[in-house]
Nanobody, 123 residues
Framework: QVQLVESGGGLVQAGGSLKLSCAASGRAFSNYAMGWFRQAPGKEREFVATITWRGEPYYTDSVKGRFTISRDNAKNTVYLQMNSLKPEDTAVYYC?????????????????WGQGTQVTVSS
């Protein structure tokens, strides 16, 4: 069972930046896609970004050009650099490990989740 621990959340003003980290335990980290999701109060959890085991990134439209996902397989860590933050980016951010099968653009494509880290963007 993979354990995922997020860090790096916090309070930032609109236009600011934050970098989230997700450290994974266990072996074979480099074999899996890793994703970031977020959940705002009263809303469903939604896809933000994912990176394949080859390092190919995919983003939801609302964060393209502002967020960058990356991974360091030597450190078993995936990152989410968030720039030009907006109040609508406020949410709990979760990292997740992709399952063996399923779409990496959907929640159902992931089988391990972190506990989440709060990101609050003030206007």
């Amino acid at each position: 069972q993979v354990q995922l621990v997020e860090s790096g959340g916090g309070l930032v003003q609109a236009g600011g930046s934050l970098k989230l980290s997700c450290a994974a335990s266990g072996r074979a980290f480099s074999n899996y896609a890793m994703g970031w999701f977020r959940q705002a109060p009263g809303k469903e959890r939604e896809f933000v970004a994912t990176i394949t085991w080859r390092g190919e990134p995919y983003y939801t439209d609302s964060v393209k050009g502002r967020f960058t996902i990356s991974r360091d397989n030597a450190k078993n860590t995936v990152y989410l650099q968030m720039n030009s933050l907006k109040p609508e980016d406020t949410a709990v951010y979760y990292c997740a490990k992709a399952a063996v099968s399923g779409s990496i653009l959907r929640l159902s494509g992931y089988d391990s989740w972190g506990q989440g880290t709060q990101v609050t963007v003030s206007s």
